[in-house]
């Protein structure tokens, strides 16, 4: 078949060709003298797209869910109190690794189409006035039903109720995508990784720690078991510009050059890219009859990903495998309980306009072909008249 295949899932994301060819090189010596320097750019730079000043961010070869668990195991102790919400696939397992691991999770179950309960969250952190909750945990942005939660608000609610509970966020598909302030929202631990937002293969494990978060690791050394994510031992090869165990090369030159790209642009402009791209897939979900955003609401919608309940009757999985067999586009799946009623776009990382015109098409073609009645074309032409006429 001529022509590319589309890829629209919430990660791995496209990979500009820059990135690609920067990381199509020979192996190279971790231990050569200018490694160092190279390492060191990257952990200067990476900072900047945390909007960190202080504190670090490290780089884990692992995806992800490597850095959930450094987060974790470097900061807090088996039995830890902590407040969590639940809300989506993503955030149901973030809450699953902390029970493994021992804590003991207050957990606040949330309709999934809705975020952090930043008020439940507030009233919580009140009542907790000889400050048993050691943390705190947000999903920003949860991929599996495309919602958007405050954490600048989850920030505020700490500080109303003067609480020294440390700020756990898992950013991996907000990071590098939509807002994100590191030391202004006072987040302690940052989670993120290289395949969405950064525009990268899956690979690298980025996690954000502050100053207030590496003292308690500095303090705590030996609370809760930790081996290959150790803080410790990372820090000290770090600060030579080198790690601790064998680093992906080739990743950490694609690295570079996505960083490059990143800074280039500027965060402002990615965050509003993000917006703008991600205006014109809600137009066309609100022009297709019997669809709509899994976000309850606006004030939760994701500019990075967009969950889509199909119309009644229409299976989302055969728009899924259509859009995959007919059209060569990749569409995500509608993870866990929503499986079978959700399909997602994913709109972050390495795209444009006319790119998400296309997977609209294709899930329009998909759709109808799986049942929907919908008017030829009318999700496409909303999306084509808010990329023509809005300010990109
Ligand atoms: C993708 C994702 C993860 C998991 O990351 P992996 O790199 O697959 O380990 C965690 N949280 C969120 C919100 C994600 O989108």
Excluded at 125 to 131: C, V
Aim: proline share 4%.
């Amino acid at each position: 078949m001529h022509g590319t295949s589309h890829l629209f899932i919430p990660g791995p994301t496209n990979v500009p060709e820059e990135v690609r060819r920067a990381m199509n090189v020979p192996m190279e010596d971790m231990r050569a003298p200018d490694f160092g320097d190279f390492v060191t750019g990257l952990l200067t730079d990476i900072k900047k797209t945390f909007r960190l000043k202080n504190g670090r961010v490290f780089i884990f070869p692992s995806s992800g869910t490597g850095a959930w668990e450094s987060a974790i195991t470097n900061t807090l102790a088996a039995g830890d109190r902590v407040l969590m919400s639940r809300f989506g696939q993503f955030s149901l397992l973030w809450v699953e690794m902390a029970e493994r691991l021992g804590l003991e999770v207050d957990l606040c179950e949330v309709e999934w189409g809705k975020g952090v309960p930043v008020e439940d969250y507030a009233a919580k952190l009140n009542a907790d006035t000889d400050h048993q909750i050691k943390a705190v945990f947000a999903t920003h942005n949860e991929t599996a039903t495309g919602v958007s939660s405050d954490v600048a608000a989850v920030r505020r609610a700490l500080d109303d109720a003067n609480h020294p509970a440390l700020l756990f966020v898992d950013g991996v598909s907000a990071i590098g995508s939509i807002e994100f302030e590191m030391d202004k929202w006072g987040v302690d631990l940052a989670v993120a990784g290289s395949q969405k937002g950064f525009m990268l293969p899956a690979g690298l494990g980025f996690l954000g720690a502050s100053d207030k978060a590496l003292a308690i690791n500095a303090s705590n050394s030996e609370k809760m078991p930790r081996a290959y994510f150790n803080f410790a031992d990372m820090i000290a090869l770090n600060d030579t510009g080198y790690f601790p165990y064998t680093p992906p090369t080739q990743l950490l030159r694609g690295l570079r050059v996505s960083l490059d790209l990143m800074l280039g642009d500027g965060m402002e402009a990615i965050w509003a890219r993000h917006t703008f791209l991600a205006e014109g897939v809600r137009r066309a979900v609100a022009a297709w009859d019997g669809c709509e955003l899994v976000a309850r609401g606006p004030e939760w919608a994701s500019d990075t990903v967009s969950a889509i309940y199909t119309p009644e009757g229409v299976d989302a999985r055969d728009v899924i495998a259509g859009a995959y067999g007919k059209y060569r586009t990749s569409l995500g799946s509608g993870l866990n309980k929503l499986a079978g009623r959700a399909f997602r776009i994913g709109h972050l990382g390495s795209l444009n306009s006319v790119m998400l015109c296309g997977a609209l098409s294709a899930a329009e073609m998909a759709l109808m072909d799986a049942g929907a009645r919908i008017t030829p074309g009318a999700g496409v032409a909303a999306a084509l008249e808010h990329y023509r006429t809005a300010k990109a």
